[in-house]
């Protein structure tokens, strides 16, 4: 049999085909990885923001609001490029755009209606919006024919009125002062009659007009031609009927002049009624959320907000600071955050809540410190809670107040439900007495918000020091929280020393960065500094049982450790007096364990929660013991780290947000807010940590370096 002599085979050929084929495999390999990477990457919707401020990523209250989103959303981005920079533009559009990936119910639009065929997609935008609304805005239309009917009986009102003005004035002697004022205010009311009868002239043809050439009918444009020319006339001719009432009045019984001021003198009040009746229909106008958008629009540009069940509109120039808000800390515009996440995603919870909060303040001022609006009216109520209002009107948290020594019986808000449902929150300001006018008040304050907690009301609870305690009074302030099992020891200041070179300093504030995480308002501002000042301590022993409460839960939410140089000081007024510039060069007090309370832990804030016989809800209430944290000087300390304005205490103003929406049963919403990661929420790297860091990098990248070399040199053999 034959043999066949084999080939010899070269060893470098098998080398390298061996060589080949690994890297073939691993292109193979590598390019498997990048197309699932790049698959994954657009099927999960997942971004990886690693900055300290999470500056690229959305808030938690966002991310929160997004995902209990119910129905389809529409959020159309109207700019008129010729108006609107692009660093503006894209600004929007990178938040829009994270928005979409995180929720499959939200649908993106953009219209600029500088474009003609985009001018057409703006037109159809307003009549979908007006197809929405057409059975409320057929209701207006009614409103408005007949506020334009009341204007014209108005106006010949007022006709009649001076020509019995005028026979007035002819039934005295012509030399009489009285004739000649019932001339002049005779010719003057004609001259009214004609500028009412113009109005209405006028407004009733605008009923025939439509907004931007859409199907919306221009309601605007008839609201301001009735209310610009007669707002106030119902409270001119009240006046006017008093000054005829009290003419008459002197009068001769059975004479012409008599008779003809009685005439005048209905016509008055009939005219007044009319007057009212026109001034409260045309306000009535365009309260329909397809009007209030077109109006927006009409005057700029804007991101509007349609929901399953409405629509909202938030202007341009509300996304972005102020240029002299730039200026204030030295930056760009394109440096500084923009609040259009606060507002969009605001915007979305309005349409989309079951309820939002309504903010009662409850203080024992002498005076009112907001206007209608709830916004404050006075300068020292601008800067003690200007910020803090501005901040909850931008998420459409309502307020109003509560001066309970200017109205003692307790308000009604059932007026403030507009087309959402309001809860009311209770947020007491508490007084010292430290004089008989204000001992007075603060015995007001007290008996208020001690009927609001026993009728199970939300209330915010913030506790100031009190020197009674320290003379064997009680506290009136939270002396009614006992039976729910806390006792607030109010005659205590908790304070802290710090020892340094230059000798022991005691300071009364904490910064708090951890708080309880077992309380849901904890588990939002854990991580957020918090600053809390003059604390005093909370105790919590669960009450007896009894027929109408039942069920209290405490939940500390900040927890102050035991400490050999931390106590709870029964001398704090003198300390106190000293003010914060004075206080390191005085005397420094030393704990007194006969008298203070030297062994921690104290809570100085927590949640409360109970059930009461005649409520289904449980009541809840929110306790922090200490007074002034959510006012601006403790909210707004900031400084400037890279150009941007960072808030120093971030937590200050979430803990009351956080507050406000648990009270409101809104827990959903317990969660950070875009504006609270200005602060880095990431810790700082440890010592160790670093040095672990600095090796690695050192060695770990040399020696994985020479590992590849190996690897390679192994695989060629």
């Keep these: 049999m034959a043999v066949t002599p084999t080939t010899p085979v070269d060893p470098a050929l098998v080398g390298r085909r061996r060589i080949a ?105 307003l009549d979908r919006l007006a197809l929405r609304d057409k059975e409320a805005i057929a209701g207006q239309q009614v409103v408005a024919k007949q506020a334009v009917s009341d204007a014209h009986a108005l106006a010949s009102t007022l006709t009649s009125l001076a020509a019995a003005l005028i026979r007035a004035g002819e039934a005295l002697a012509p030399s009489e002062q009285r004739a000649a004022e019932l001339q002049q205010l005779a010719q003057l009311l004609q001259l009214q009659a004609k500028r009412a009868q113009a109005s209405a002239d006028q407004a009733g043809q605008a009923l025939d007009r439509t907004m931007a050439g859409s199907s919306l009918p221009a309601l605007d444009e008839t609201r301001s031609l009735l209310l610009d020319p007669l707002q106030g006339w119902a409270d001119q001719l009240s006046e006017f009927s008093q000054a005829l009432q009290r003419m008459r009045s002197d009068a001769e019984e059975g004479s012409p002049l008599l008779d003809a001021l009685t005439g005048a003198v209905k016509l008055t009040q009939k005219a007044e009624q009319q007057a009212a009746a026109v001034e409260h229909a045309a306000s009535r106008l365009g309260e329909v959320d397809a009007l209030r958008v077109a109006r927006l629009l009409a005057r700029q540009n804007a991101v509007v907000v349609i929901g399953p069940h409405g629509s909202t509109a938030v202007s341009f120039p509300a996304l972005f600071p102020r240029a002299d808000d730039v200026e204030a800390v030295g930056a760009s515009a394109s440096e500084l955050r923009f609040a259009g996440e606060e507002l969009i995603a605001s915007a979305l919870a309005r349409l989309s809540a079951r309820a939002l909060p309504l903010v009662v303040f409850v203080h024992a001022a002498p005076a009112k410190q907001l206007d209608e609006a709830g916004r404050p009216q006075t300068a020292a109520a601008r800067q003690t809670f200007g910020a803090l209002i501005d901040r909850l009107l931008l998420r459409d948290i309502a307020v109003r107040e509560w001066p309970v020594t200017l109205e003692p019986t307790r308000p009604s808000f059932a007026q403030e439900q507009d087309d959402v449902e309001r809860r009311v929150v209770w947020v007491v300001i508490p007084t010292a007495a430290d004089s008989v006018q204000t001992a007075q008040a603060m015995g007001q304050l007290a008996d208020a918000v001690q009927g609001l907690v026993r009728d199970g009301e939300p209330v915010l609870l913030s506790v100031n020091l009190s020197p009674l305690p320290g003379v064997g009074e009680p506290d009136p302030m939270v002396a009614f929280l006992e039976p729910l099992g806390v006792r607030v020891d109010s005659g205590k200041a908790i304070l802290w020393r710090e020892r340094t070179a230059s000798g022991v300093v005691v300071h009364p504030e904490e910064v708090f960065r951890r708080a309880e995480t077992a309380s849901p308002i904890g588990q939002a501002i854990n991580g957020l500094a918090t600053l809390l000042a003059w604390m005093t301590p909370l105790h919590f022993e669960p009450p007896a049982a009894s027929d109408e409460i039942a069920d209290v839960r405490f939940t500390p939410i900040f927890t102050l450790p035991h400490d050999a140089d931390r106590w709870a000081e029964a001398q704090w007024r003198t300390f106190r007096a000293l003010g914060a510039s004075r206080r390191a060069s005085q005397v420094q007090p030393e704990p007194n364990p006969s008298v203070d309370d030297v062994r921690g832990p104290w809570t100085v804030a927590g949640q409360l929660e109970w059930r009461l016989a005649n409520k289904e809800e449980p009541a809840r209430l929110v306790v922090v013991g200490s007074h002034g944290w959510f006012f601006d000087p403790f909210t707004q300390l900031a400084t400037t780290v890279d150009g941007q304005r960072v808030l120093a205490y971030p937590g200050n103003s979430e803990l009351f947000e956080a507050c406000v929406h648990w009270l409101a049963g809104l827990d959903e919403l317990v969660a950070p807010a875009s504006l609270s990661r200005d602060a880095p929420r990431i810790e700082p790297v440890s010592p160790a940590a670093l040095a672990a860091y600095r090796w690695g990098l050192a060695l770990g990248l040399p020696a994985a370096i020479v590992l590849l070399g190996v690897t390679i040199r192994v695989a060629r053999r």
């Design 21 to 125: 084929a690994v890297s073939l495999t691993l292109l193979a390999v590598i390019s498997a990885t990048c197309a699932l990477a790049v698959t994954t990457a657009t099927r999960s919707r997942t971004r990886i923001d690693l900055t300290s401020t999470q500056r690229y990523s959305l808030a938690p209250r966002t991310r929160r609001i997004l995902q209990r989103l119910q129905g389809q959303f529409e959020i159309v981005v109207v700019a008129d490029s010729t108006t609107v920079s692009p660093q503006s533009a894209q600004r929007v559009d990178d938040l829009l755009q994270e928005m979409a990936l995180r929720s499959n119910a939200l649908r993106i639009t953009r219209i600029d209606p500088a474009d003609a065929a985009d001018a057409v997609k703006l037109r159809d935008l």
